[in-house]
């Protein structure tokens, strides 16, 4: 958390905001977050460049500046918002972009997991790790039922811990994971190779579907996640499993369990979703 759609709301909120600003200041309270450049270097760098565009791979936002790239990943709890307040940072603003019309963006993150790469132009960034080593989009040519069942052909894992992995596919976390393998009536600890045709075609299917609609209702907010100061997502209001640990099983009545899947907290129905022996 934060997955694709939360990422996606983050990307789509801030193009409105910044794109065609100049940033004329950088502040970094924490330097571990930046992994390619002391942050001295980072703040240099980036002090005359305007943002020319924001657009997302999996869970990574990209700044395209007049003559780099920022790769920006959230983690667990990374969060932005931007404003023209004059007030103090907060303690868990960890990194701060002041631009010309004297607006700030500044990233938040009280767990500070979150990472910040800058590359240089000209760079094919899509080819750069980490992006270089994601799946397909959800939404890509390649993500298909063919691809999928190839894919799984190959692995004998759980499938939940094989969609977490960003190769078959980019951009699901553990809750979306929950939702799709639910939708698709596939028990989160069945072995990849088990799986038949048309679990990888609801895989696919299912997958598309969930996330743009989680797309549509900004994101899901469990615990911390929020945009635009402040402002929530609704998809937590539709989910099917994932947190429903005791309710009753929306197509069944059975209660909803909850196991642990390489080491991930795993909701699931035990009668739509049976495990296989």
Same mark, same amino acid.
């Given at each position: ?6 990422v996606?709301?983050v ?39 305007? +943002? ?5 791979? *999996?869970?990574? $936002?990209?700044? @395209?500046?007049?003559?780099? =790239?920022?790769?920006? /990943? %959230? ?19 960890? +990194? ?5 019309n *004297?607006?700030? $963006?500044?990233? @938040?993150?009280?767990?500070? =997991?979150?990472?910040? /790469? %800058? ?16 799946g ?11 691809s999928?069942q ?10 939940k811990? %094989? ?21 698709s ?41 929020s ?17 429903r ?5 929306p ?10 899947v ?10 739509c ?5």
């Amino acid at each position: 958390m934060p997955e694709l759609p939360e990422v996606e709301t983050v990307k789509r909120t801030l193009s409105t905001q910044i794109v065609g600003l100049t940033i004329k200041n950088v502040f970094v309270q924490v330097e571990k977050m930046i992994k390619t450049d002391s942050s001295t270097e980072f703040k240099m760098k980036l002090i005359g460049q305007k +943002v020319i565009d924001i657009t997302r791979r *999996g869970k990574h $936002l990209i700044f @395209e500046l007049d003559d780099y =790239f920022i790769l920006s /990943h %959230l983690r667990m709890e990374g969060k932005y918002f931007f404003g023209d307040e004059a007030g103090a940072r907060d303690k868990h603003v960890h +990194v701060e972009f002041v631009f010309d019309n *004297g607006g700030k $963006l500044r990233y @938040e993150d009280t767990r500070k =997991f979150g990472t910040f /790469h %800058l590359y240089e132009k000209p760079v094919d960034i899509q080819t750069t790790k980490p992006l270089a080593i994601l799946g397909p989009e959800p939404w890509s040519d390649e993500f298909n039922p063919d691809s999928v069942q190839a894919f799984l052909a190959k692995k004998h894992m759980p499938i939940k811990s %094989l969609l977490l992995a960003q190769k078959m596919v980019t951009g699901l976390g553990n809750i979306y994971v929950d939702e799709v393998l639910f939708a698709s009536n596939i028990h989160p600890m069945k072995k990849s190779g088990d799986l038949t045709r048309t679990d990888a075609e609801n895989v696919v299917k299912y997958t598309q579907e969930i996330l743009a609609k989680a797309i549509t209702y900004k994101g899901t907010t469990i615990q911390t996640f929020s945009y635009a100061h402040g402002s929530t997502g609704e998809f937590q209001n539709f989910l099917q499993v994932h947190t429903r640990k005791g309710e009753p099983c929306p197509r069944c009545e059975t209660p909803v369990s909850k196991t642990k899947v390489g080491g991930r907290g795993t909701y699931y129905c035990a009668t739509c979703q049976p495990e296989v022996t």
